[in-house]
């Protein structure tokens, strides 16, 4: 954070803002040039310090930088059971929307091992824009996920709503997936951060780059570092695809913050054939993965069949993905 003193400002206020951050303890750097001083100060201080900074009378200005420690902090590699993310690898996770039905979940699973996926997603709480529309099997699907990933040695990974149901998601489910419409549920990332979950953060669809980091922060800030933000399009003009891919979002995160940045083209578009110029897109932008709706039979799929591929259309994708990956040295895992 930058604090920026007025030009007539001098010595005197100088040291009177310094003394009150060092009675605080709070780490800062002082400049200066021809015209003022400049305080650049490494941690956001507690909100309310940051009102009593901003109302001293010789302060013109407050620039509330990215939170500067997210980059080292967060680069640290992320552990998920024998899987190790770092920033030489490129994540695919797979699999249906939404868990429908037991043995189509261990159809569609089987397929996407035998074409090399080890991440598992599917929907069992689902946050639906309709309350009429289909909501999820909850438990049961959680329950199926599991049974599936241990049989076929894959990672399980599905969206947490809620904290009710965050014990259970933490028994079942490996990373767990914050959707677009729970990003600056505060209370709910808070309580995420208390566990040390890998965390699949989505970005709010109408929400700004600066708001997304920083919701990831309410995650960081409780102790749980194991952060991937995930790009799946926002709201603009544009209807003519279901979101839109802000792809420059990619390179952004990234530079703005150490954790890796996953894409799903499949929210970003609704349109199943753009998945695959979508995924290519985002490797090429620098993401560190993917997470694509795919289904052995998607017109089965009780949600987003419009958007969903099939083992084959994912298959093509991956095909070509390592020429595309391997421009910024990342394997595919
Ligand atoms: C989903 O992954 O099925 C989903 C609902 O995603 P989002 O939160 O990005 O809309
Ligand atoms: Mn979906």
Redesign the pocket.
């Known amino acids: 954070m930058l604090i920026i003193l007025k030009k007539e400002a001098g010595l005197q206020e100088l040291a009177s803002i310094t003394k009150y951050l060092d009675s605080l303890d709070i780490d800062f750097s002082v400049w200066h040039d021809k015209n003022c001083f400049f305080l650049g100060l490494r941690k956001i201080p507690e909100p309310t310090i940051k009102e009593n900074l901003r109302s001293l009378p010789y302060v013109a200005d407050i620039i509330e930088e990215y939170p500067s420690e997210s980059k080292t902090e967060t680069s640290s590699p992320i552990k998920i059971k024998n899987f190790t993310v770092n920033s030489d690898t490129f994540l695919v996770i797979a699999g249906p929307?939404?868990i429908d039905d037991k043995e189509e979940l261990r159809q569609t699973a089987r397929l996407l091992k035998q074409i090399g996926i080890n991440f598992l997603?599917g929907?069992a709480f689902?946050?639906r824009s309709s309350p009429y529309s289909y909501q999820g099997l909850g438990k049961d699907a959680l329950t199926a996920m599991k049974e599936v990933c241990d049989e076929l040695n894959m990672i399980s990974v599905s969206?947490l709503t809620s904290t009710e149901d965050l014990a259970l998601m933490e028994e079942y489910i490996d990373i767990i997936?914050i959707?677009?419409?729970n990003m600056q549920n505060f209370r709910l990332l808070s309580a995420l951060g208390k566990t040390s979950k890998p965390v699949i953060l989505?970005r709010g669809?109408a929400s700004s780059i600066k708001e997304w980091i920083l919701a990831a922060e309410y995650i960081k800030k409780e102790g749980n570092g194991n952060i991937m933000l995930?790009e799946?399009?926002i709201r603009t003009f544009e209807n003519y695809t279901r979101n839109t891919l802000d792809i420059s979002a990619v390179p952004a995160a990234k530079s703005l913050a150490g954790y890796p940045v996953l894409v799903?083209p499949?929210?970003s578009s609704g349109k199943k054939e753009f998945i695959k110029p979508l995924s290519w897109a985002a490797a090429a932008s620098g993401a560190d993965g993917l997470?694509i709706?795919c289904h052995a039979e998607p017109h089965k799929a009780k949600?987003?069949a419009r958007q969903t591929i099939d083992i084959h259309q994912l298959e093509e994708i991956l095909k070509n993905l390592p020429q595309i990956t391997g421009i910024w040295n990342k394997s595919i895992i």
């Open positions: 929307c939404t997603r929907g689902k946050l969206e997936i959707g677009t419409r989505k669809m995930c799946r399009g799903d499949s929210h997470i709706e949600c987003d």
